[in-house]
DNA sequence: CAAACGTGGTA
DNA sequence: TTACCAAGTTT
């Protein structure tokens, strides 16, 4: 049997039961896909259930909040996913009457969704034959060709595009995608793969080659830059102060604790001679508490240094119009990055 | 095109 | 404890 059949012949006895296959309803699949974009199964299930329940249909999305969106998103990361994809379903709903658009570009012009995404929606929900290709398929194909080309280059890109269209099964596009990427979730991992019960290991190039720990073959990695920050968990009253956070820079849309970022580690002590400091308290002399280190929080390209400085203000004190004042018990209603939600959990539940 | 964009699991 | 990297997209 070659690539294809055996590939699909495995897939239909073997793949794993999934919400998100129990439907062929373009909202569900879609909503899938952007979860599961860089985010491993067991991190998304519940995520995907979540949205599901809180919004049944494309419509539930469309009609929410963004504020609302991002609480559920909270804690899995790239939040730009969860604000696309409330962007791309208001747009569905006005621009398509709330159709989701049945072709190629047209799903691939929506916000947030690239050509993995565009290719899995159009296979998996329409039929199209479109093949996605993520970083299970390069791996699979990699190995199984023994094609060594780097899989984050434009070139290398392009000579596996080749290979995955010439694999794509024209008539069962949906399933054939989704058995790649099966097969490279569960047996073709990146780290001692199964290669004892894979359906393709009779003629698998990097077995017989002995180079699948080589396979397949990426360049560069970015480095991680150090950023300094403290927060100000402070106290007045029964209240404490927050801020969203703007566009460009990380955790766009989510809230956190005043901050003060600083270029290098400093001490408190300084801290309070710093100009951000005096300009956020304007004239009014804090009273520190008390303060914390939390372990270094680790981005894809970033490690986060940070301090929570505990401060106390009088009740009726106000900052400048850019915080809102809001009461501590209620502090659990927004959307935070996972490094603030850690401390909250610590400090107030 | 390279870099930005989160978080958690694994070795 | 570092390093990799997971159903990628945007700028």
Redesign the pocket.
Known sequence: MDFTTSLIKWYENDH?L?P??ETSDPYFIWL???I????????GTNYYIRFIEHFPTLKDLASASEDEVLKLW????????AR?LHFAAKFILNSYNGQFPDTYDAILS?????????S?IASIAFNLPYAAI???V??VLSRFTGLDAPI????GKKMFRELANHFLDQKNPGIYN?AV??L??VVCT???PDCKNCPLNDSCVALRDKTISMLPV?I????Q?NRYFNYLDITSGSHTFIHQRKG?????G?FEFPLIETVAEIGVDELILNKEWSDLFDGIKPVITGWERVPV??????KIYTRFIRIDLPEEFDLSEKYRKVLKKDIFKFAV???V?RYLINRYE
Not at 36 to 43: A, E, F, H, P, Y
Not at 74 to 81: C, E, M
Request: net charge positive; hydrophobic share 25%.
């Open positions: 794993r999934l998100w296959r899938s896909e952007v599961l974009q860089q985010t491993r199964i067991d991190q909270q804690g899995l990361g790239y939040y730009s996913r696309n929506l916000k947030g969704v690239g050509e993995y995404t565009a899995a993520d970083g299970n390069y791996r984050d280059t434009g070139e989704q990427m099966e490279g979730a990146p780290q001692s990426k560069g990695r970015t480095v830059r460009g820079d990380i955790w766009h989510l929080h680790l981005l894809s390209h970033l990055p996972r490094l939600e």
